[in-house]
């Protein structure tokens, strides 16, 4: 398994800023993942973090509008620009080991615009 | 969409065995049936997943029909931490690719009750 912590745990943005959540893993990994989950929601798959490329994003998610890096095989970072109160949700980061096809996940970020 | 149909909710009372039907009738013969479970205000967690024999881990058994086509996940003594949304996933296990993405339904709640 994987150790998975996000950063900020939770936080309350004004509309229109723009905010970055970090998620780091105790140990290098093949694929990492973001997710949302809005309010009595199932979780939606935004974008796959690829090291070293851009990365991969889901229908429905652009690039401009939540930036993702991953300068490392442990680290990544989701960015929400120009919040709305839409945004409002809980953003999760995942990652898949190269030994396993088992996905664990961060314990979220909890994220209010107001 | 998902490709799995779960109950919305299933009561269970504690000590007993909790069984979380899953119908997968779509599913390919490179496809896998995961469970994860997600407990509330938390990540996900990963329980168990298998191709088309029965598993089982310290946490649950897993049942899978001989056509592939349904499964049951098993918690031998349910207690009220395994009060929680499980989610039955199928997907292939592969890395990249949007068809080893983890496309979560809306699970089934399953309330343990003492």
């Known amino acids: 398994s994987a150790v998975i912590s996000q950063k900020p745990s939770r936080d309350i943005c004004q509309r229109g800023t723009s905010l970055t959540i970090q998620c780091q893993v105790d140990?290098?990994?093949?694929?990492m993942f973001w997710y949302r989950q809005q309010p009595g929601q199932s979780l939606t798959l935004i974008a796959t973090?690829?090291?070293?490329?851009?990365?991969?994003?889901e229908s429905g998610f652009v690039i401009d509008k939540f930036p993702i890096s991953r300068p490392n095989l442990t680290f990544s970072t989701l960015t929400v620009s120009n919040m709305s109160p839409e945004d409002s949700s809980i953003y999760l980061c995942?990652?898949?080991?190269?030994?396993?096809?088992?996905?664990?996940f961060g314990p979220g970020t909890r994220l209010t615009v107001t | 969409d998902a490709k799995t149909t779960q109950p919305t909710s299933m009561d269970c009372a504690e000590g007993r065995a909790a069984n979380l039907p899953c119908n997968h009738s779509?599913?390919?013969?490179?496809?896998?049936v995961y469970w994860y479970r997600q407990i509330h205000s938390q990540g996900p967690q990963y329980i168990i997943h298998?191709?088309?024999n029965n598993e089982t881990n310290e946490m649950a058994s897993l049942i899978i029909t001989e056509d592939r086509k349904s499964s049951t996940l098993i918690l031998p003594h349910a207690t009220l931490r395994d009060t929680a949304v499980y989610y039955c996933?199928?997907?292939?296990?592969?890395?990249?690719?949007?068809?080893?993405?983890?496309?979560f339904g809306k699970g089934t709640k399953l309330s343990v009750k003492p």
């Open positions: 995942s990652v898949e080991t190269g030994t396993s096809y088992e996905q664990y």
């Open positions: 140990s290098q990994v093949t694929m």
């Open positions: 973090a690829n090291q070293g490329s851009e990365a991969t994003y």
């Open positions: 779509t599913i390919s013969g490179n496809e896998y």
């Open positions: 298998g191709l088309k």
């Open positions: 996933i199928v997907r292939v296990a592969n890395y990249g690719g949007s068809q080893g993405n983890l496309i």
